[in-house]
Nanobody
Framework: QVQLEESGGGLVQPGGSLKLSCSFSGSWFGNHRMGWYRQTPATRRELVAEITSGGREIYADSVKGRFTISRENRKATAYLQMNNLEPDDTAVYYC?????????????WGQGTQVTVSS
């Protein structure tokens, strides 16, 4: 069974930077797609970024050019580097994982970490 744990959230001023980490516990990390999603009281959980097992990246238009998703397979960890943060980036950020190309697997989610962008 896969378990995900986020870390790195906190309070940042507009224009600042923050790096989130997602630790993956389980088997076959290298075969899993990893992602970051976010949710606020006013919005549904929405895609921020994903990275496939092969390193292909996808980003929401709202964060493209500011955020970068990456992974280190030897550490079984995914990251989200967030630069030029804006107040609208304030949300609970959730780590996501699913075995790439699998029709038998399930979605895994972390517990979420709060990111607050405020002056």
């Amino acid at each position: 069974q896969v378990q995900l744990e986020e870390s790195g959230g906190g309070l940042v001023q507009p224009g600042g930077s923050l790096k989130l980490s997602c630790s993956f516990s389980g088997s076959w990390f290298g075969n899993h797609r990893m992602g970051w999603y976010r949710q606020t009281p006013a919005t549904r959980r929405e895609l921020v970024a994903e990275i496939t097992s092969g390193g292909r990246e996808i980003y929401a238009d709202s964060v493209k050019g500011r955020f970068t998703i990456s992974r280190e397979n030897r550490k079984a960890t995914a990251y989200l580097q967030m630069n030029n943060l804006e107040p609208d980036d304030t949300a609970v950020y959730y780590c996501y994982s699913r075995q790439d190309g699998s029709t038998w697997g399930r979605d895994y989610w972390g517990q979420g970490t709060q990111v607050t962008v405020s002056s």
